[in-house]
């Protein structure tokens, strides 16, 4: 059955067809919409970054080894479309993209429409850095978003970081996708 659009995939799509380099307009998900909207979510290391087009449109593509999976089909890697990327002399870039980097480690919402390509949801909302608290206990974190942001009724919000354990990040998806036992 079709999903039908959302308002961020919307945005999203306007933002693509904007064309590279104009600034992007969000609707900002909160945590419970992006695990209810994503199609999948992991935690994952980077393994490789390499570029594809589609019409005039570079993506960088990620390579992404899973560590855990809470949301999603299984398989051991998943493979990222982001909009922008470099090839040759020609670069691209889109306001609000997320950045990767080979060798991090992410907890990414991840979305995917008929094509099958995943990308992450609201852009850079849906990618967070995982990095160990003073206390050596991992936490996924990523910084307020500067691109201008609608909520649900369309009035202009600011972004805020977010931070969060990924053992409160496993509670909240088992309670919010109803898994028994905890995520695996």
């Known amino acids: 059955m079709p999903r039908p659009l959302t308002p961020?995939?919307?945005?999203?799509?306007?933002?693509?067809?904007?064309?590279?380099?104009?600034?992007?307009?969000?609707?900002?998900l909160s945590m419970d919409e992006m695990i209810q909207q994503s199609t999948e979510i992991v935690r994952g290391r980077v393994m490789t970054l390499g570029v594809s087009t589609k019409g005039s449109v570079l993506y960088t593509l990620a390579r992404v080894e899973v560590l855990e999976r809470w949301k999603g089909p299984s398989g051991r890697t998943v493979e990222i479309w982001i909009p922008g990327g470099r090839s040759g002399n020609l670069r691209q870039t889109f306001s609000g993209a997320p950045t990767l980097a080979v060798g991090?480690?992410?907890v990414l919402f991840?979305?995917?429409?008929?094509?099958?390509?995943?990308?992450?949801?609201?852009?850079s909302q849906g990618a967070f850095d995982v990095k160990l608290d003073a206390k050596g206990s991992p936490q996924m974190q990523r910084a307020a978003s500067s691109e201008a942001m609608l909520?649900?009724?369309?009035?202009?919000?600011?972004?805020?970081?977010?931070?969060?354990?990924?053992?409160?990040?496993?509670?909240?998806?088992k309670s919010a996708l109803g898994l028994a036992g905890g995520a695996e």
Do not use: C, H
Not at 110 to 123: D, E
Not at 156 to 163: K, Y
């Open 104 to 106: 991090g480690e992410y």
């Open 151 to 173: 909520d649900e009724r369309g009035q202009q919000v600011e972004d805020v970081p977010v931070r969060m354990s990924l053992a409160e990040l496993r509670k909240r998806l």
């Open 8 to 28: 961020a995939i919307l945005v999203l799509a306007g933002a693509l067809s904007a064309g590279p380099g104009r600034a992007a307009t969000l609707e900002r």
């Open 110 to 123: 991840l979305w995917a429409g008929s094509s099958g390509n995943r990308q992450v949801i609201g852009f």
